[in-house]
């Protein structure tokens, strides 16, 4: 045998390319709304911290805070 195929009507070929083309497609689809997932839940935890830092940098200045601060540091 010289590793060739046997044959036959062009129909089963065409229909078998056209299911890896088909395949090609959703799979990229796919990996691209992976992708976008990613990013989006990224950005959401970069909002997160910098709201945290935001809420950090104005909690030392109120006086309650202020006063638990000098609490912690004496126990």
Same mark, same amino acid.
């Given at each position: 045998?010289?590793?060739?195929? &046997? ?13 890896? &083309? ?34 950090? &940098? ?18």
């Amino acid at each position: 045998m010289t590793g060739e195929e &046997v044959s036959g009507p062009a129909g089963p070929k065409l229909l078998r390319l056209l299911y890896f &083309v088909g395949a090609g497609v959703i799979c990229t689809a796919a990996i691209n709304k992976y992708r976008d997932y990613e990013r989006k839940t990224l950005i959401q935890q970069q909002q997160q911290q910098l709201k945290t830092k935001a809420v950090a &940098v104005e909690a030392p200045t109120s006086p309650d805070s202020a006063v638990a601060t000098v609490h912690k540091a004496l126990k």
